[in-house]
């Protein structure tokens, strides 16, 4: 499992083998060649449904809209997180 906090402050948890999946690098060029379909699946590759309620609600504004560039920046902090892990490797043998 893969817990730590983003600096923007969301908690998060993942099974390290919704990140060890060639679709999530796929999704990610799309979500950074602008294809906002990338960063919908990104999402749900990464995030279980709770996780991506929590997600929404984390980058909701005051009147319920979720942003987009929010979500990116979050998830993108979610990828680049390098700190404490439990039963993970860094490549898979």
Do not use: H, W
Request: with cysteine.
């Amino acid at each position: 499992m893969i817990k730590g906090t983003t600096e923007s402050g969301f908690n998060f948890e993942l099974d390290e083998t919704r990140v060890n999946d060639m679709r999530v690098i796929d999704a990610m060029v799309e979500a950074e060649e602008g294809n906002l379909g990338g960063v919908s699946k990104l999402i749900s590759l990464l995030f279980d449904k709770q996780q991506k309620t929590d997600l929404y609600a984390f980058c909701a504004d005051e009147k319920g809209q979720v942003s987009i560039d929010r979500c990116m920046k979050v998830v993108f902090e979610v990828l680049r997180f390098d700190g404490e892990t439990k039963n993970s490797s860094p490549l898979p043998e």
